[in-house]
């Protein structure tokens, strides 16, 4: 057991009381409450170019990657995560049957900083699949190739496929990445239309097919809620629409939408609302806007019997902001945003990632003398699937707080309360002038009347961080999920249970969150 100076620095924090929030949470599922979750709902998309920095090889695995997937899988009966490895890069790929190296990447700062222009895979790039163990794949293809070779090119990229990556570990494969923006990206011409984009994407997927017609697919992977070019109308509603026969050999299996609720040109911040008004993290509101285009997009497919997912998501667009992305606020954020997410049954999320990422939940090797590292939003994803856990049937339920600062949600196990989870997300952060004075930090009372007479208590587990802008020192439940302690393997370094509580005598318990923290309630 490694201890360090966490817990002796929350000692001398003070609380200063502040509001008090009462929560009304039903003892069973209330009809707002989810369908059942995926034990795989919290899964990741990996971007193409640096899979081989987050999982390695035969002979040298990540096993940083491997022990930090792990450790989350284990929270929910160890069943497989689901790695979409694509993104931008996907599409600038070129297979090279005789190449020894695994990828090598052409890097020209003038086109971008964060990813590479294109890359050229060998046959030993499959062996990042299978370097880590008990996850499954999403294959990402390059559609924007069009050159002479494009059909070779992804046939022979389907082919390894199959080939190095175990069938029970293939789940899918993707043709394309954000084709919505190929007449704006400069990639096909501007006259470009949405049903050229349908006609090019069967081609290719019957190309690619195998003779007993065994492949499925994940589509359309559409960047935007709606474009307008001069010549077409790309759209995620309209292109299942009868009109474009998109899915007129039925191998979509899934569909997949993309979303950012904000972008690096919209300066935004963890909850000061900027000029432009936009790209508040730490917000409930805000989140529960920016879900209603994927709440009507969910509601399309489920209605069509079709499973709808966020193939590619996180917090800002353009691999994120620094300190916004890259501090304890945005772990919030994940929590808040997959959960609610989780509530209106979209059935999966895969939270992007890349090496060096501002909103990556790891650096998974070493970068110009930084890394590998946990970052805060990992502790994000360590909150959600341990209040996800291991039932196979839990239904989550957001307790509306009608707040842009306090949110909260239910799960249910066999129709039963099992566990709350509750968000403080009022930004706090320890003046830096404190010194060696006590510390005092705003505290908000909850309330929790459940009227259930059969819980004898709660136990209280903390996600907690020195201040809403922390980079480091945070842990869950008294863990700490750190690089340096065991290669990302749970250490603990403070108490796992910051109280146990007990209902008064009309049913009601009492817990106090501190400003920029998250408590989950298990109940017993
Ligand atoms: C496997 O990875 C190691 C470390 O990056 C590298 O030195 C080696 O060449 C790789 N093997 C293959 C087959 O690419
Ligand atoms: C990558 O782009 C460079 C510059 O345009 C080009 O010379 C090279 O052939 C490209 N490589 C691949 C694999 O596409
Ligand atoms: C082929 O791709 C290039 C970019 O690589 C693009 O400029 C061109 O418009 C494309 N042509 C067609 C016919 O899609
Ligand atoms: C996008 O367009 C479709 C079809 O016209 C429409 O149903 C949908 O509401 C639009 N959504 C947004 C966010 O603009
Ligand atoms: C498909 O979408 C377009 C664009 O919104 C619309 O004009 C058209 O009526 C739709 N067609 C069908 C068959 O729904
Ligand atoms: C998210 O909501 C904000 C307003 O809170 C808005 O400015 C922004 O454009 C939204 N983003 C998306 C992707 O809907
Ligand atoms: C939270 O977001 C909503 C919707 O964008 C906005 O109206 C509200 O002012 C924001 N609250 C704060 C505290 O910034
Ligand atoms: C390392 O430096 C490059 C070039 O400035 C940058 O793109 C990348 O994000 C940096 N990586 C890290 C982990 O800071
Ligand atoms: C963070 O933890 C380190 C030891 O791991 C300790 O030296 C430092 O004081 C802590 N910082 C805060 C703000 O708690």
Redesign the pocket.
Same mark, same amino acid.
């Given at each position: 057991m490694v201890r360090t100076s966490v817990t002796t620095a929350v000692a001398t924090l003070s609380l200063v009381f502040g509001e008090t929030v009462r929560l009304n949470v039903a003892r069973a599922p209330p009809a707002s409450s989810s369908p059942p979750i995926s034990l795989d709902f919290q899964s990741f998309s990996i971007e193409t170019a640096f899979l081989v920095d987050f999982q390695g090889n035969k002979s040298h695995p990540n096993r940083f990657t491997n022990n930090l997937l792990a450790n989350l899988r284990a929270f929910n009966g160890d069943v497989p995560q689901i790695l979409r490895i694509g993104g931008n890069t996907q599409d600038h790929v070129t297979y090279v049957p005789d190449q020894k190296e695994q990828i090598i990447d052409f890097w020209d700062p003038s086109y971008n900083s964060d990813q590479p222009r294109n890359s050229s895979v060998g046959p030993s790039f499959w062996e990042a699949f299978t370097a880590i163990e008990g996850t499954k794949y999403i294959v990402g293809l390059n559609f924007y190739k069009n050159d002479s070779t494009y059909l070779e090119n992804l046939r022979g990229q389907v082919s390894e496929s199959l080939k190095q990556i175990p069938s029970d570990r293939l789940h899918l494969f993707e043709i394309g990445n954000e084709n919505d923006y190929g007449a704006l990206s400069g990639f096909r011409p501007p006259t470009w239309t949405q049903q050229d984009w349908v006609e090019e994407w069967i081609e290719r997927a019957r190309h690619i097919q195998t003779r007993d017609k065994s492949l499925r697919f994940y589509a359309p992977s559409a960047c935007c #809620?709606n474009i307008t070019t001069p010549y077409s109308f790309f759209s995620p509603w309209t292109i299942w629409n009868s009109t474009f026969g998109y899915d007129r050999d039925g191998w979509i299996a899934e569909v997949s939408q993309h979303? #950012?609720?904000?972008g690096t040109s919209?300066n935004p911040t963890l909850q000061v609302l900027s000029d432009?008004?936009?790209?508040?993290l730490m $917000?409930h509101t805000?989140v529960v806007? $920016?879900g209603t285009?994927h709440q009507s997009l969910c509601k399309l497919h489920h209605d069509a019997g079709r499973i709808y997912t966020l193939g590619e998501t996180n917090s800002v667009s353009g691999q994120g902001a620094f300190g916004v992305s890259n501090v304890f606020g945005s772990a919030l954020f994940i929590v808040d945003y997959e959960l609610y997410y989780a509530s209106f049954g979209v059935n999966r999320m895969h939270m992007h990632q890349g090496t060096g990422y501002r909103y990556g939940a790891w650096l998974p090797i070493a970068q110009n003398g930084t890394g590998p590292s946990t970052n805060p939003p990992y502790y994000g994803h360590v909150m959600v699937s341990k209040f996800i856990g291991s039932h196979p049937k839990t239904k989550i339920n957001n307790i509306d707080l009608n707040s842009d600062f306090y949110s909260a949600y239910a799960a249910y196990e066999n129709g039963r309360l099992a566990r709350i989870v509750i968000l403080n997300l009022h930004e706090w952060s320890p003046a830096s002038s404190a010194g060696a004075e006590a510390v005092k930090v705003p505290t908000t009372t909850f309330t929790i009347s459940t009227g259930d007479r059969g819980i004898e208590y709660a136990t209280v587990e903390l996600m907690t961080a020195p201040g809403a802008l922390s980079e480091t020192n945070i842990t869950v439940a008294g863990l700490s999920y750190d690089y340096h302690l065991a290669e990302g393997k749970p250490v603990r370094v403070a108490k796992q249970y910051e109280s146990v509580l007990r209902p008064n005598r009309k049913g009601d318990i009492t817990v106090q969150v501190r400003h920029s923290q998250a408590v989950l309630l298990t109940f017993k």
């Open positions: #809620y979303g #950012y609720v904000s919209q432009e008004g936009a790209g508040t $917000n805000s806007i $920016n285009v």
